[in-house]
């Protein structure tokens, strides 16, 4: 059958070739595994690469560091599994690295890993859970979809730079035999962590309030996250007269 995936990714960069660029495929999954190799696939894979699409893989099920394909392909994007319900630990049946090969190598079975337990459809009508690496794969396929269509000028370089950069690394260095460059996180890929998060209320007093010296004022911030931090701005016709953070005992109150 792999020549038939072979004759599927002839077909995808024909379409990537033809006038019609809303025929462009820009991300290709191939949830499939191999101990062999075949130069219709590896062929085609470097066509992809050239044309500008994203193509990610599963590495494998088998709790070893043999080479599978398509994989460990050059330009491909190995995944590997992290354990059931688990954000650290890698799946016992995941396939891993080689020891000897290093974050430099461009063959390596997995680039990063990605949760492999999934609630799908049976096949009989029914719902279950299930796992493997078949599972993370389309995991990060999915998450280079909202790459594109947020940075849609970026390149396949610039994706994999961002996506192994934005990784979570339980382990030490950057680099790791079995969960490659980390776990996929998905918010720190398309910069949400770093988006701007302030929100700003505007609350304008027709009425002028005569607080004497010595009175408070008590203002209340409702449904406030814990992580969250509010501050009270009081301007008049001159500027700001003061700015007023939570008190620490009372921290919605000011």
């Known amino acids: 059958y ?71 392909e050059k330009y491909v994007i190995g995944v590997g599994a992290l354990a059931d319900d688990s954000s650290t630990q890698r799946a016992t049946y995941s396939n891993y690295n080689n020891p000897t090969l290093t974050e430099e190598n461009e063959y390596l079975n997995v680039n990063l890993s990605a ?44 994706f994999k730079n961002d996506l192994y950069s934005s990784c979570d690394k339980h382990f030490t260095g950057n680099f790791s035999q079995y969960f490659g460059f980390g776990c996929l996180n998905v918010s720190k890929l398309l910069g949400l962590e770093q988006e701007e998060t302030t929100q700003h209320i505007v609350i304008d007093v027709d009425e002028e309030i005569d607080l004497p010296v010595g009175e408070s004022l008590l203002l209340k911030a409702h449904t406030v996250p814990e992580d969250k931090e509010v501050t009270f701005s009081i301007y008049d016709d001159d500027g700001t007269i003061g700015i007023y953070k939570p008190l620490k005992n009372l921290p919605n109150q000011y």
């Open 115 to 158: 949760p492999g337990k999934v609630y799908a459809a049976d096949g009989g009508g029914d719902y279950i859970y299930t796992h493997g690496t078949s599972f993370a794969s389309p995991l990060v396929a999915g998450a280079a979809a909202l790459y594109k269509a947020k940075y849609p000028t970026k390149t396949v370089s610039d």
């Open 2 to 72: 792999m020549d038939s995936i072979g004759a599927a990714l002839e077909y995808v960069t024909s379409l990537n070739s033809d006038d019609n660029d809303s025929n462009d495929v820009q991300i290709v999954n191939m949830s499939i595994e191999s101990t062999s190799t075949w130069n219709t696939i590896a062929t085609n894979i470097n066509k992809l690469n050239s044309q500008g699409t994203i193509v990610v893989a599963a590495a494998g099920n088998s709790n070893f560091y043999t080479k599978t394909y398509p994989a460990s």
